[in-house]
């Protein structure tokens, strides 16, 4: 009777702490709402996409804004390190990310558009440039850019072409107010400190400054892992949507509600949310891809400022 009595004592202290973990833990990072299992993945994946199975990493989503986020979070300084060491080490990860620069050109041509509608032609600043192929493009049109990121290998690749970029951590730029504009290409998700990354960005920027930030956005993947299981890990990845869309480095999947709640709250103000055309690929992907920018151009006709089928976003917001 005493043993059974003591484990009930036990039981009840460990759900009491792991409800007080859930709560204190596993909060939204964009809205601070309350969250719910999403789905386990693999930690791992290589530059083809396959799944390393010897360990997984679990990810929830904001009940409130849809927001979906790796749990727990990685610490940032850990993470840092770790691309630091490893994104792009080899000549194939190099390659790969040679071949990722290629087939993003049109989203690419979207932000370079949007700066140049701006009216933002000095002081830009791409976060996370890669190989400086954005930054080329901007360069080709005139603007006034540098570029900076963490991998010593890959900013030795853009060194190479004779591109303004240098390995830098933002977070150590010490002056304010340096850039009329401040952009990242498929970067933000990566990250798992938006609220210092944004704090720090708003200091970074002059007044009226502004700040782009082209990502993915969480509705697309709750569709796909609705309807087919894409990214659970008992479907082997197929089609590879899984890695596309979360793993190895993608951190948290913002909505467009929980992105916008969150530069609120650093002193941005959400100018537009714009749309992006998918990216190239090869494979089935290649077949797809006209099928998909067909379907999506339909129903923005038919839907202009809600159809919510797109894989990606650029988010415009400037300094209040």
Not at 41 to 47: E, G, Q, T
Not at 120 to 143: D, P, R, S, Y
Not at 159 to 168: A, E
Not at 200 to 227: C, E, R, V
Request: hydrophobic fraction near 40%; charge should be positive; include cysteine.
């Amino acid at each position: 009777m005493y043993i059974t009595k003591a484990l009930f004592c036990n039981w009840i202290k460990k759900s009491i702490k792991l409800n007080f973990m859930s709560k204190t833990v596993n909060l939204c990072i964009a809205c601070k709402s309350q969250t719910a299992y999403f789905c386990r993945l693999p930690a791992y994946a290589d530059i083809t996409g396959t799944l390393k199975t010897n360990e997984y990493v679990d990810y929830v989503f904001c009940r409130k804004c849809k927001t979906i986020q790796q749990s727990p979070l990685p610490h940032a300084n850990k993470l840092l390190e770790s691309v630091k060491k490893t994104y792009a080490n080899t000549k194939d990860k190099q390659e790969f990310e040679i071949e990722v620069s290629e087939n993003a050109k049109s989203q690419h041509r979207k932000i370079v558009s949007t700066l140049i509608k701006l009216g933002i032609a000095t002081h830009v600043l791409e976060i996370g440039c890669g190989i400086g192929a954005l930054c080329q493009m901007m360069i080709n049109q005139n603007i006034n850019c540098t570029g900076i990121d963490v991998a010593y290998e890959i900013v030795r690749l853009a060194q190479d072409r004779g591109l303004p970029v240098n390995q830098q951590d933002f977070k150590k730029i010490k002056k304010k107010n340096l850039y009329n504009a401040i952009v990242m290409s498929h970067v933000f998700e990566h990250l798992s400190d938006p609220d210092e990354t944004l704090h720090k960005i708003h200091g970074l920027l002059k007044p009226k400054g502004y700040f782009l930030t082209a990502q993915p956005t969480a509705f697309m993947t709750h569709f796909l892992n609705s309807i087919f299981s894409l990214n659970r890990s008992r479907s082997r990845s197929l089609l590879k949507l899984g890695y596309l869309n979360l793993n190895p480095w993608h951190i948290i999947i913002y909505s467009i509600l929980g992105m916008k709640i969150l530069a609120d709250r650093h002193g941005f103000e959400t100018i537009e949310i714009v749309p992006m055309p998918s990216v190239k690929g090869d494979g089935i992907f290649k077949i797809i891809r006209p099928v998909y920018n067909f379907f999506n151009r339909i129903g923005e006709i038919a839907f202009p400022s809600k159809w919510p089928f797109h894989v990606a976003h650029l988010f415009i917001m400037r300094k209040k």
